[in-house]
């Protein structure tokens, strides 16, 4: 069971090619954004120099999935990233992301035992209002790495005459903690 924490070493040779050192195979990039959706850590490095080249293929995995059309990054998003190279804020962005994406994981992780859960019981009364608040907390959540916020918004856009079922409290919690990061972010940039 230890064997399968540690990372998949995948090494890169001088002529550029991939090899998998688990299978002794060569392997392309979506070969390793297969391994990486699959749950495993990948570690890539080249052979000769024995750096570590994972994070310039990660972005470069990144990179083709966004100019295929499989956009999750925002335009106003990358903007700011590369602004916050730039700035003092770039210090505060790793954490806040790494953040963000923990706390997106944890809800996906928290809903799907939840289902789990319910999931023999499936036909009793609520169960369907149940499904679609969960539906709509995960639309919320990831609502601006899909479709991206309007210029100028810091986060979704809220129409508030728009009726909130009781249950979405705790939805606007996570979304007003998220709408103080952004804030906290902005003023460090400037």
Do not use: C
Not at 48 to 67: F, M, N, P, V
């Amino acid at each position: 069971m230890a064997e399968t924490k540690k990372p998949l070493l995948i090494k890169r040779y001088a002529s550029r090619r991939l090899y998998n050192t688990e299978t002794s195979d060569y392997v392309t990039l979506e070969d390793i954004a297969g391994f990486i959706r699959e749950g495993r850590e990948v570690q890539i490095v080249d052979l000769k120099s024995g750096d570590d080249l994972t994070r310039q293929y990660l972005l470069q995995i990144i990179a083709e999935h966004e100019s295929r059309g499989e956009t999750m990054l925002p335009v106003n998003v990358l903007t700011d990233l590369v602004r916050s190279y730039t700035t003092q804020a770039g210090s505060v962005v790793p954490q806040f992301l790494a953040m963000s994406f923990d706390m997106l994981r944890d809800g996906q992780s928290k809903m799907m035992e939840n289902m789990a859960k319910v999931s023999p019981i499936a036909k009793m009364p609520g169960f369907e209002a149940m499904q679609a608040q969960q539906e709509a907390f995960m639309k919320a959540m990831t609502s601006g790495l899909k479709g991206g916020w309007p210029a100028g918004a810091s986060g979704p856009a809220r129409d508030e005459n728009e009726a909130k079922p009781a249950s979405d409290e705790g939805l606007d919690e996570i979304k007003r903690q998220l709408h103080e990061l952004q804030t906290k972010l902005s003023k460090m940039g400037k």
